[in-house]
């Protein structure tokens, strides 16, 4: 099996089976993004308690990228700080422009599989919805304080 195919196969179970998907009671935080380019919609739910990500939530349909990416992204941050997060997003988008992100792919574990999307500008805003979500939460976050 190719390395593409293994990507795929890796946002196609993502898509089929979304990790956090559903509600979150009393979110700390929480986003509304819409991609009109796609149609994708993303709700993004956080739970954050003394600068940690406790619990991420997601709802919203759209194509396999934007959900697979959703699907992911809340995986990857569940338990971690806010700095890291915030760490991480910046590292992500470095990844999807193509560049090295600090620390290296490593870092990204099993998100690389959006590698693909980096060939097909439209499809990065998918791979980018919840993200862009993450990152306006943590925008939020910061002015609550
Ligand atoms: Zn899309």
Same mark, same amino acid.
């Given at each position: &099996?190719?390395?593409? !195919?293994?990507?795929?196969? /890796?946002?196609?179970?993502?898509?089929?089976?979304?990790?956090?998907? +559903?509600?979150?009671? !009393?979110?700390?935080?929480?986003?509304?993004?819409?991609?009109?380019?796609? +149609? !994708?919609?993303? @709700?993004?739910?956080?739970?954050?308690?003394?600068?940690?990500?406790?619990? %991420?939530?997601?709802?919203?349909?759209?194509?396999?990228?934007?959900? %697979?990416?959703?699907? &992911? &992204?809340?995986?990857?941050?569940?338990?971690?700080? /806010?700095?890291?997060?915030?760490?991480? #997003?910046?590292?992500?988008?470095?990844?999807?422009?193509?560049?090295?992100?600090?620390? +290296?792919?490593?870092?990204?574990? @099993?998100?690389?599989?959006? @590698?693909?999307?980096?060939?097909?500008? #439209?499809?990065?805003?998918?791979?980018?919805?919840?993200?862009?979500?993450?990152?306006?939460?943590?925008?939020?976050?910061?002015?609550? @304080?």
């Amino acid at each position: &099996m190719s390395l593409t !195919d293994l990507y795929r196969e /890796v946002i196609v179970e993502h898509y089929k089976h979304p990790r956090n998907k +559903g509600e979150l009671p !009393d979110p700390t935080v929480r986003v509304e993004l819409y991609n009109p380019v796609c +149609g !994708d919609e993303i @709700e993004l739910k956080l739970a954050v308690r003394e600068g940690r990500i406790e619990a %991420a939530r997601f709802t919203g349909k759209g194509c396999s990228i934007s959900q %697979a990416s959703a699907s &992911m &992204m809340t995986e990857a941050i569940e338990g971690r700080s /806010v700095e890291e997060v915030a760490g991480l #997003v910046e590292s992500f988008k470095r990844f999807l422009r193509g560049e090295e992100p600090a620390g +290296g792919a490593e870092r990204l574990g @099993e998100l690389v599989a959006l @590698e693909g999307v980096r060939r097909f500008p #439209v499809r990065i805003k998918c791979a980018l919805l919840s993200w862009s979500a993450l990152e306006q939460s943590l925008q939020k976050l910061a002015a609550k @304080e």
